[in-house]
């Protein structure tokens, strides 16, 4: 982005409430590239303080002349620095994000939607949810839940459920977050990896993220599960894991449609009864979800 | 404590409700199998004269590509079953299968097993249901591959 157009953005930013369908300002202060074509985000606001957010929302970004994409926010809201994004290169808008460099401006509007309901928020007093957590994500799937395995490993720690985290990608080089993977491990959950192809270089798995499940060693019967990535992988994994006798009621998936108000105005991202930006991307699998994730779309 | 190769085989996940008939029969056929890191279990193009359960370690099936070196389509641990080729001719393997770790195995003679399948055809039914659902297990799991589910599938 040229420097004239960042001055004049600038100029024109002003603090405060400025409606749902204005993006606030917001700088890129870190740039990670996590594989080839996976890069992280990292912004601050122009003015005001951070946002809050829960993890699995999700915000609008805009790339300036080029467009505004829907992308998954990738921080834990425990980690008071900077918002997080991952973004994968897929189009026009999602490229022109992931070049942009420290230092550039993004607009961001949010946080929008459902989440994992992992805070302490979503528990009666102080209880502690001590069922086992199996977490399963499928390639950039695992960045929506990057904030919520954070909290569930730290209230592992505290006496909460066991977690075990299973990470399907297509090969080595496609797996994000591995000092993630590395860290969550090294605190007490049960991080599984395997991918779809290898040379004989990978000591790691390789095979499908459902060929996992087994291993992992959860106890079915009191667990709640997670699940983000391909619709096709989570509608498997779904269908393991209620076989493997988990309540589809446990059971939350993360949907994605074409996003585009993120406020469930304009129906773009309409699915059955569902508008995903405003009543999911995080939805149970129990019910209409499951149905839905059985039925043909054309 | 050293246990009985027929409590090995009995233990295994894929002989999980064999009868105690069906089970005498099979330890028959049966020897305590042990791999060092690298080494073959099968070798494509040689006889497939084993059938192995594994339990404990992880193997990798491989195919060799010329200028690739080894590919792993697959890796396998403890309850999983290795090698189908035992029992359709011409038994010969199409991969490798490479221990990745040290391997403890249930190794089967598969002439042994042959013959006991066709002299018993019920002990027969009740073998090839199991070995069909493992290979139903790996041919769907190989089909999801197939489709390529991290890759990037939208139109630019």
Aim: proline fraction near 5%; glycine fraction near 12%; include cysteine.
């Amino acid at each position: 982005m040229s420097a004239d157009v960042d001055r004049v953005l600038e100029r024109e930013h002003v603090a405060g409430d400025r409606g749902a369908m204005t993006p606030a300002l917001y700088r890129v202060v870190e740039r990670i590239r996590e594989t080839d074509d996976v890069t992280t985000l990292c912004l601050e606001p122009l003015s005001g303080t951070r946002m809050e957010f829960r993890p699995g929302q999700f915000n609008m970004l805009s790339a300036f002349g080029a467009g505004e994409a829907a992308i998954s926010l990738s921080g834990s809201p425990r980690d008071p620095g900077p918002l997080r994004h991952t973004v994968r290169d897929v189009g026009p808008v999602t490229r022109t994000l992931s070049e942009s460099g420290v230092g550039d401006l993004i607009g961001v509007r949010g946080p929008f939607g459902s989440d994992w309901q992992v805070g302490t928020q979503h528990l009666a007093g102080d209880a502690l949810d001590r069922r086992d957590v199996v977490v399963v994500a499928g390639g950039i799937g695992l960045a929506p839940l990057r904030g919520a395995v954070d909290e569930l490993v730290v209230a592992s720690r505290e006496g909460g459920g066991r977690v075990f985290l299973l990470v399907g990608a297509r090969e080595p080089a496609q797996i994000v977050f591995n000092d993630d993977l590395e860290s969550w491990a090294r605190q007490g959950a049960r991080v599984l990896v395997s991918v779809d192809r290898a040379s004989s270089q990978w000591h790691g798995r390789v095979g499908l993220v459902t060929a996992l499940l087994g291993d992992a060693g959860f106890e079915p019967a009191n667990c709640r599960a997670l699940l983000c990535g391909p619709e096709i992988m989570m509608r498997f994994t779904a269908r393991a894991l209620v076989d493997m006798g988990v309540d589809p009621e446990a059971i939350l998936v993360s949907l994605e449609r074409n996003m585009q108000c993120g406020l469930g105005w304009c129906g773009h991202c309409q699915l059955g009864p569902f508008l995903l930006c405003r009543d999911g991307p995080v939805l149970p699998y129990a019910g209409v979800v499951r149905e839905l994730l059985n039925e043909r779309e054309r | 404590m050293t246990s009985s190769i027929a409590e090995l085989v009995a233990a295994h996940p894929f002989m999980a409700g064999l009868s105690d008939d069906h089970l005498a029969v099979i330890v028959g056929c049966a020897r305590n199998a042990a791999f060092d890191p690298g080494d073959l279990l099968c070798k494509e193009g040689a006889s497939a004269d084993t059938f192995y359960l594994l339990r404990r370690g992880r193997v990798s099936i491989d195919v060799h590509a010329p200028g690739r070196g080894p590919i792993v389509i697959e890796t396998v641990g403890p309850g999983d079953v290795v090698g189908w080729s035992w029992l359709v001719p011409p038994y010969r393997w199409t991969f490798d299968a490479r221990a990745k770790d040290a391997v403890g195995a249930v190794a089967f003679d598969g002439a042994c097993l042959r013959t006991k399948l066709q002299d018993d055809p019920a002990f027969g039914l009740e073998m090839l249901s199991r070995v069909s659902s493992q290979l139903l297990a790996r041919l769907q799991a190989t089909r999801m591959r197939l489709l390529d589910l991290y890759g990037d599938h939208r139109e630019r």
